[in-house]
């Protein structure tokens, strides 16, 4: 038997989950997963016109999980070992249940626009997680760029909301907090098994729990359907739900969870962009200035050693 046979399932998820040389494919595909991101806070506003919030979360997980089943049963995947469904389940109550519902909460009464400069705190919070999580140290002048990153967004958040944070705030600040605990995991997962069976095999574990929640949340909560809120909602079901996350975790295994998550800076000045063509909203000159000077961060976070 030789010493790679030999080593323990944990031995094998530590070996990989080592930061790899970035490759450009991989930074291809985190690109990809962060322009199907940037279209899911306007997707939920306009599932928002015709579904409550709760059925709108609801719904999204069962039509994900039934899309992402039947191409697991389409490609004979094989179910992970025992060792995986720990993580496998971080990633479901991050990615699949808990920030697509805190950030519906927020959208209620929060603008897009807001929601997706606040959000651009996520890959600082994603970094914190994965350097716990995974023994990583990224270099000093990695963080002193996320950081300042991470500054722009706080004191964005505090000037737009009045010098106090509002309950939306709330909502979007605990969803960074489960959403980089979701991508940690699920990054980690994609170095010893497929990129899209980890999205995949975490949004069928839901779907026992989705399909009830559904029923019973389109019980209580009316429904207005039109062309907006269809097309809103098949949006964040297929597009940010399941093949934003297949390219994204893969994305993460070729580059490393901490420079990948740092390409997400990028995601709230795209999302500005969709909120003005799709939604007509108006932005403040805090906004995109607050959108650029993350971007500068990028360049930084991007080229610092790892």
Same mark, same amino acid.
């Given at each position: 038997?030789?010493?790679?046979?030999?080593?323990?399932?944990?031995?094998?998820?530590?070996?990989?989950?080592?930061?790899?040389?970035?490759?450009?494919?991989?930074?291809?595909?985190?690109?990809?997963?962060?322009?199907?991101?940037?279209?899911?806070?306007?997707?939920?506003?306009?599932?928002?016109?015709?579904?409550?919030?709760? $059925?709108?979360?609801?719904?999204?997980?069962?039509?994900?999980?039934?899309?992402?089943?039947?191409?697991?049963?389409?490609?004979?995947?094989?179910?992970?070992?025992?060792?995986?469904?720990?993580?496998?389940?971080?990633?479901?109550?991050?990615?699949?249940?808990?920030?697509?519902?805190?950030?519906?909460?927020?959208?209620?009464?929060?603008?897009?626009?807001?929601?997706?400069?606040?959000?651009?705190?996520?890959?600082?919070?994603?970094?914190?997680?994965?350097?716990?999580?995974?023994?990583?140290?990224?270099?000093?002048?990695?963080?002193?760029?996320?950081?300042?990153?991470?500054?722009?967004?706080?004191?964005?958040?505090? +000037?737009? $909301?009045?010098?106090?944070?509002?309950?939306?705030?709330?909502?979007?600040?605990?969803?960074?907090?489960?959403?980089?605990?979701?991508?940690?995991?699920?990054?980690?997962?994609?170095?010893?098994?497929?990129?899209?069976?980890?999205?995949?095999?975490?949004?069928?574990?839901?779907?026992?729990?989705?399909?009830?929640?559904?029923?019973?949340?389109?019980?209580?909560?009316?429904?207005?359907?039109?062309?907006?809120?269809?097309?809103?909602?098949?949006?964040?079901?297929?597009?940010? +739900?399941?093949?934003?996350?297949?390219?994204?975790?893969?994305?993460?295994?070729?580059?490393?969870?901490?420079?990948? $998550? +740092?390409? +997400?800076?990028?995601?709230?000045?795209?999302?500005?962009?969709?909120?003005?063509?799709?939604?007509?909203?108006?932005?403040?000159?805090?906004?995109?200035?607050?959108?650029?000077?993350?971007?500068?961060?990028?360049?930084?976070?991007?080229?610092?050693?790892?």
């Amino acid at each position: 038997m030789t010493a790679q046979n030999s080593a323990t399932a944990p031995e094998r998820i530590a070996v990989a989950t080592r930061p790899t040389r970035p490759s450009a494919s991989g930074t291809l595909q985190a690109v990809l997963g962060v322009v199907a991101f940037s279209l899911t806070f306007p997707a939920t506003a306009w599932g928002l016109e015709g579904f409550g919030p709760w $059925s709108l979360v609801a719904v999204r997980s069962v039509l994900a999980a039934l899309i992402a089943g039947a191409c697991l049963l389409a490609t004979g995947a094989r179910v992970p070992e025992r060792h995986s469904w720990p993580g496998l389940a971080v990633v479901a109550a991050g990615v699949v249940v808990g920030f697509p519902l805190l950030t519906t909460l927020a959208l209620e009464t929060s603008t897009t626009a807001h929601a997706a400069v606040v959000v651009g705190l996520l890959p600082l919070t994603t970094a914190l997680f994965s350097a716990l999580r995974t023994g990583h140290r990224p270099s000093r002048t990695f963080w002193t760029a996320a950081l300042a990153g991470a500054a722009a967004v706080v004191a964005f958040t505090v +000037q737009q $909301s009045g010098g106090a944070l509002t309950t939306a705030d709330m909502y979007l600040f605990a969803a960074l907090l489960i959403c980089a605990a979701g991508y940690t995991e699920g990054g980690r997962l994609a170095r010893v098994m497929p990129g899209w069976h980890v999205v995949g095999w975490a949004l069928v574990l839901c779907l026992p729990l989705g399909v009830p929640a559904a029923a019973l949340a389109l019980s209580y909560e009316p429904v207005h359907v039109t062309a907006h809120s269809v097309t809103g909602l098949l949006w964040v079901a297929a597009g940010s +739900q399941f093949l934003g996350l297949v390219v994204w975790y893969r994305g993460m295994a070729a580059i490393g969870i901490p420079k990948a $998550s +740092q390409l +997400q800076l990028a995601q709230p000045l795209l999302t500005l962009v969709w909120s003005v063509l799709l939604l007509g909203e108006h932005l403040t000159a805090a906004a995109p200035l607050t959108a650029a000077a993350v971007l500068v961060c990028i360049a930084v976070t991007q080229r610092a050693r790892g």
